[in-house]
Every structure is written in C-alpha cells, then in structure tokens.
C-alpha cells in the first residue's frame, strides 16, 4: 500500500488508517509518524447504546448515544462540539476538561498523576473536574451528565518564553 522513498520510510499514500487499542491512527505523507484521529466514533450494536449529556457553555444540554469505550473527547468532538482536545487526546493539555456530576464522579477510576498534573492547568476546576480524554464511556457511566467549562486554557511552551 506505502511505497518507501528511502530507508526513513516517507509514506506517499494518505488515506489508509488502522486500529490499534480502539483508536484509530492515520499515517500523513511524508511523515514517519502516526496521529490519533478524533471524533471517530462507531455506531453503538443495538441494545448495548450508553447515553451521555453535554451540559453547553449557554446551559442547554445535547444527549447522545454512545459506544462502550468511546472517550468524552471523542465523543464530544465527533458531535461538533466545542471541546479543543489540542493534545490529541494524549493527556498534555487541559482542554478537554469537563465538569462530570457528582452522581456519576466516583464511577469513574482515579485520574492518574498525569491527569492531575493537566488539570491544575485548567480553568474552572471543581471538585468533579476531570479530561474528556481520560473518560471512556462504560455501563456504570451510562446517563452520564458532563458540563464544559465557560473557557479552556491552552498551554504552550511559547507561553514561557
């Protein structure tokens, strides 16, 4: 499918994908490197649907059906929805912050260091904060109520300089 212009291995071809731990992955051309590609949701099988509500920045709410494992930001950003995931999904950034309901916050595991270390970052913390990214949906999140905050705060090395 790829042809190999050299020993890096440049890729001609950009429109091949694969799977590989429920993400899809797209090789660009001219890149030997791969990216995740968001917003890629599958249609959930019948009768296993999960249902989310996005509590919008103007207070009125989207409810969606949704697969088992489809994380908060694919899910959001699948839907048009106005949720930045600038890091790809990759836990290195905060702006895909979500506040979850409190009926729902301790059905979710502990966010990891990382997790913790982004979301000191974020506008708005409460005490139910946690990244879209890290939020795969499962059957105890079924009905799950997230609120994005009124604004993100993005990051980035140049804001050091």
Known sequence: MYRALT???FLIKTTSSF??????????AFSTSIVAKHGHLHAPKKGEELHITFVLKDGSQKKYEVSEGDSILDIAQGNNLDMEGACGGSCACSTCHVIVDPEYYDKIPEP??????MLDLAYGLTETSRLGC???MNKDLDNIRVALPQMTR????????
């Open 7 to 9: 020993k890096t291995n």
């Open 19 to 28: 799977k590989l731990q429920n993400t899809t992955y797209t090789k660009k």
């Open 112 to 117: 990891t260091d990382d997790e913790d270390d």
């Open 134 to 136: 890290c939020i795969n």
């Open 154 to 161: 993005n990051v980035k090395s140049s804001d050091f300089e």
